[in-house]
């Protein structure tokens, strides 16, 4: 069923902000043809607030967004901008929102650019919806976010190639993967490669059961082992895990692999580019229907909004099962 325009919403204006992630591109995509659709126009903002500051922008149409729903990154480029953080920063955004005739927002990034959104509807009264887009996952009022899909995928294929590695030269690898503060990549990769071991922020870990684990894999019979963590374990880094297990075990060989960015370029999954397709739409049209200051996010697989103050404030929690599950089948 097609919407009404209640608004009369003339014209969107659609950034990434933050880190970038696979499905960003075809969100843009999404923004750009539905509101064409709807005969409404569109603008791509450069360089995330930035852009709006400096009026960096430029005029969209369906056929601006040829051959993006397979790309990874963003066209659309993005950053962090120090400046949006300002009031003079905001106020010159604000400038040239009127100059190119802008009535909403769609914005595709995490936390930090919904807060600046905020910000900037409570202090210039523009209009907008967020779109979830990080690969950590870590954004309350969704199920997923853009990105995360592909990542979970990058990971499992390079903690698989390690597996072989591991597995020819008898040894221990600590794989660290994304996730300043959430472990969704870590247990789910880890999860997927069988991993002996997952360490994760949101579980206090000691280092004394990660030796405990490994005497029991010895008892078991393993010979190598693969211990995923997450970038923001408070255990301590990659490096330093590394080095008290060669400390207490010196007869093991013990490596280190961070996967690094590696995680967040790549074609996106199908997962991710259908997600970002149906959020895009969801975006334009829920700024159609006058809503504003809230997030498009997937739950059990239908589009809901979510107040954007929600979305900051509250935390997506791990499910305490998989760690379950992980756990029984390490054994
Ligand atoms: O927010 C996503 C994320 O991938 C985190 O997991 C990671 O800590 C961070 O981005 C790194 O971002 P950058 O290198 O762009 O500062």
């Not at 100059?99 to 009264?125: C, N, P, R």
């Not at 075990?249 to 961070?258: A, I, L, N, Q």
């Amino acid at each position: 069923m097609t919407k009404k325009n209640t608004l009369k919403i003339k014209k969107i204006g659609v950034l990434t902000s933050g880190g970038d992630s696979p499905g960003m591109n075809a969100a843009i995509r999404s923004v750009v043809r539905s509101a064409s659709y709807y005969g409404i126009e569109c603008c791509g903002i450069r360089l995330g607030y930035e852009g709006l500051i400096n009026g960096n922008v430029v005029e969209m149409g369906p056929r601006s967004v040829k051959n993006l729903i397979n790309r990874g990154g963003t066209e659309l480029k993005s950053a962090r901008s120090a400046e949006f953080r300002t009031v003079e920063g905001r106020q010159k955004a604000a400038e040239t929102v009127k100059k190119y005739g802008i009535d909403a927002l769609v914005v595709i990034g995490g936390d930090g650019s919904f807060t600046g959104g905020m910000i900037f509807q409570q202090e210039q009264g523009v209009p907008f919806i967020g779109i979830p887009g990080t690969i950590d996952n870590d954004i309350f009022g969704t199920d997923y976010t853009l990105g995360y899909d592909t990542a979970l995928n990058t990971a499992v294929e390079a903690i698989d190639k390690i597996r072989d590695t591991a597995t020819s030269h008898n040894r221990v690898f600590f794989v660290e993967v994304m996730g300043r503060d959430a472990g969704f990549i870590a247990l789910n990769s880890g999860i997927a490669t069988g991993a002996l071991d997952i360490l994760i922020p949101e579980v206090r870990d000691n280092i004394e059961d990660l030796f405990a684990t490994f005497e029991n894999a010895q008892k078991n019979g393993k010979s190598s082992s693969i211990v995923v963590v997450a970038e923001g374990e408070k255990l301590g880094g990659v490096y330093d895990l590394a080095k008290f297990t060669k400390m207490k075990y010196p007869e093991f060989d013990v490596r280190v692999t961070v996967l690094g960015h590696i995680q967040r370029g790549g074609t996106p999954t199908v997962a991710d580019r259908v997600l970002a397709s149906r959020l895009g739409l969801a975006a334009v049209e829920g700024l159609m229907e006058g809503k504003s200051n809230v997030m498009a996010g997937i739950q059990s697989n239908k589009v809901v909004f979510t107040p954007i103050e929600e979305a900051i404030k509250k935390q997506n929690e791990i499910d305490k099962d998989l760690i379950k599950l992980a756990d029984i089948l390490a054994i």
